[in-house]
Nanobody, 111 residues
Framework: QVQFVESGGGLVQPGGSLRLSCVVS????????SAWYRQVPGKPRELVAR???????DYTDSVKGRFTISRDNAKNTVYLQMNSLKPEDTAVYYC?????WGQGTQVTVSS
């Protein structure tokens, strides 16, 4: 069973930055896709960004140019660097790996 340790969420002003981290248990981390999703109350969970084992990345349109997903296979860790944050980025952010999600970390963008 996959276990996750997510960190990095918090309260930030519009225009600010945060970096989310997700450490994943288990072997062969580098051969699976990793991703970040987010969810606000009353709405479906949406894919924010994903990264393939080869390092290819995809982003939802609303975060392109502002967010960057990366991974460190030696540390079993996937990151989400979030810059130029907007109030509409407020959500619970979930790490995704092998059909499972982490516990979520709250990101709030507000002045």
């Amino acid at each position: 069973q996959v276990q996750f340790v997510e960190s990095g969420g918090g309260l930030v002003q519009p225009g600010g930055s945060l970096r989310l981290s997700c450490v994943v248990s288990g072997s062969f981390f580098g051969i699976y896709v990793s991703a970040w999703y987010r969810q606000v109350p009353g709405k479906p969970r949406e894919l924010v960004a994903r990264i393939t084992p080869g390092g290819s990345t995809d982003y939802t349109d609303s975060v392109k140019g502002r967010f960057t997903i990366s991974r460190d296979n030696a540390k079993n860790t996937v990151y989400l660097q979030m810059n130029s944050l907007k109030p509409e980025d407020t959500a619970v952010y979930y790490c995704y790996y092998r059909n499972a999600w982490g516990q979520g970390t709250q990101v709030t963008v507000s002045s």
